[in-house]
């Protein structure tokens, strides 16, 4: 499911699902998928999720800015290149 974000679904889109899909899962929970499946990304990822409006956060960050953020993030950690492509499984 989290392998989506490598092959190039934006993270809000994803996380979107998964909150539908299971309306008992909270930020918390997307975060700890991200981590078990991404154990190198920065912790400011988590940061991002637990800020998105996604979330439940009126006042959190915008489905541009978290899908702008984890990309980035996971770049850094090495999971996908600077075009987009994954390079990590």
């Known amino acids: 499911m989290m392998d989506d974000l490598?092959?190039?679904v934006p993270a809000s889109d994803l996380f979107g699902r998964i909150l539908s899909s299971n309306l008992?899962?909270?930020?918390?929970d997307?975060?700890?998928?991200?981590?078990?499946?991404f154990?190198?990304?920065?912790?400011?990822?988590v940061q991002l999720v637990r800020r998105w409006?996604?979330?439940?956060?009126?006042?959190?960050?915008?489905?541009?800015?978290l899908n702008?953020?984890?990309?980035?993030f996971l770049e850094?950690?090495?999971y996908?290149?600077?075009?987009?492509s994954s390079i990590k499984k």
């Open 53 to 65: 409006k996604g979330v439940g956060r009126a006042d959190g960050i915008s489905d541009a800015d």
């Open 80 to 84: 996908l290149n600077n075009d987009g």
């Open 6 to 8: 490598i092959k190039g």
């Open 68 to 72: 702008i953020g984890i990309a980035h």
């Open 24 to 28: 008992a899962f909270t930020g918390r």
């Open 30 to 37: 997307l975060c700890r998928l991200l981590i078990e499946r």
């Open 76 to 78: 850094e950690a090495g």
């Open 39 to 45: 154990p190198a990304i920065d912790g400011a990822a």
